[in-house]
């Protein structure tokens, strides 16, 4: 059974920088598709970022679109979150799929309890 642990979440000033990992174990993640999605209070769940299990077809949400970096190495996925703002401001959630060929927030197999990212000054 794959099992999912977000980290690196934390409190950062706007502008600030942080680096979210997704570390798997039970199962190699080598044949999943990964995506972070995030929860800020009071709205629904909704897409950040989605990687494919090759790692080369890299998809991101207009909102993060240049400010926001995905990567995959082994059994870890990486959220760099760079020029971060106060919208920023959520639980932020990995999630895995085996097949298909999008993340979506209905469509994920395994799903991590989330970090805490908080970007206030």
């Known amino acids: 059974q794959l099992q999912l642990v977000e980290s690196g979440g934390g409190l950062v000033q706007p502008g600030g920088s942080l680096r979210l990992s997704c570390a798997a174990s039970g199962a190699t993640l080598d044949y999943y598709r990964i995506g972070w999605f995030r929860q800020a209070p009071g709205k629904e769940r909704e897409g950040v970022s989605c990687i494919s299990a090759s790692g080369g077809r890299i998809n991101y949400a207009d909102s993060v679109e240049g400010r926001f970096t995905i990567s995959r190495d082994k059994n870890t996925v990486y959220l760099r979150m760079n020029s971060l703002k106060a919208e920023d401001t959520a639980v932020y959630y990995c999630?895995?799929?085996?097949?298909?060929?999008?993340?979506?927030?209905?469509?994920?197999?395994?799903w991590g309890k989330g970090t805490l990212v908080t970007v206030s000054s």
């Open positions: 999630a895995a799929k085996m097949s298909g060929s999008r993340c979506t927030v209905g469509g994920m197999d395994y």
